[in-house]
T-cell receptor, first 112, second 113 residues
Framework: DAGVIQSPRHEVTEMGQEVTLRCKPI?????LFWYRQTMMRGLELLIY????????DSGMPEDRFSAKMPNASFSTLKIQPSEPRDSAVYFC??????????FGPGTRLTVL | QKEVEQNSGPLSVPEGAIASLNCTYS??????FFWYRQYSGKSPELIMF????GDKEDGRFTAQLNKASQYVSLLIRDSQPSDSATYLC?????????????FGKGTHLIIQP
């Protein structure tokens, strides 16, 4: 099994630009999670989906952030417009029900 | 608001000794508790989970849960240099489906050879 796949692994962009992060969960998993990790705030849940349906997006910092899951094998997290304070490592994780969440390698985002 | 508190460390332990990592949580409704290990520059990986009060052992690792005190701990016996990492405590509160995890900020553990 390839595990959770995220792309890109690194993204450097300028303030104001649109950023799209991508995630492919483990085949057969029905839950997908987006987390953000910074030194100051640690690892924070942004949003999660069950069976492709967004369940809780209360962790999304503001309207500049949006996430979609058009099918069971793909999800995107979009930031528009990006700001320097969005710089962080963004992790995608997937699970089957309440079982273990498997994390992807993360996308390191730098907004200049 | 769910909160999970951990001592950030660093916690320095000599090789071969027992490392003890602690975590407290604020949501009394929390039902599932997890310990993740994260090496620098890598993603978190699950090492232990516990649902019931008491101890759960897996190899060199023991998780301990006390729901009355809202306290969960992780013991690592016979600590090895390869155990040096940040250990993240996480809790969830299942309800109608998989739930996202609330993480502590982690404890940085250093095993001294």
């Amino acid at each position: 099994d390839a595990g959770v796949i995220q792309s890109p692994r690194h993204e450097v962009t300028e303030m104001g630009q649109e950023v799209t992060l991508r995630c492919k969960p483990i085949s057969g998993h029905n839950s997908l999670f987006w987390y953000r990790q910074t030194m100051m705030r640690g690892l924070e849940l942004l949003i999660y989906f069950n069976n492709n349906v967004p369940i809780d997006d209360s962790g999304m910092p503001e309207d500049r952030f949006s996430a979609k899951m058009p099918n069971a094998s793909f999800s995107t997290l979009k930031i528009q417009p990006s700001e320097p304070r969005d710089s962080a490592v963004y992790f995608c994780a997937s699970s089957f029900g309440y079982n273990e969440q498997f994390f992807g390698p993360g996308t390191r985002l730098t907004v200049l | 608001q769910k909160e999970v508190e951990q001592n950030s460390g660093p916690l320095s332990v000599p090789e071969g000794a027992i490392a003890s990592l602690n975590c407290t949580y604020s949501d009394r409704g929390s039902q599932s508790f997890f310990w993740y290990r994260q090496y620098s520059g890598k993603s978190p990986e699950l090492i232990m989970f516990i649902y019931s009060n008491g101890d759960k052992e897996d190899g060199r690792f023991t998780a301990q849960l006390n729901k009355a005190s809202q306290y969960v701990s992780l013991l690592i016996r016979d600590s090895q240099p390869s155990d040096s990492a940040t250990y993240l405590c996480a809790v969830n509160r299942p309800g109608g489906g998989a739930d996202g995890l609330t993480f502590g900020k982690g404890t940085h553990l250093i095993i001294q050879p």
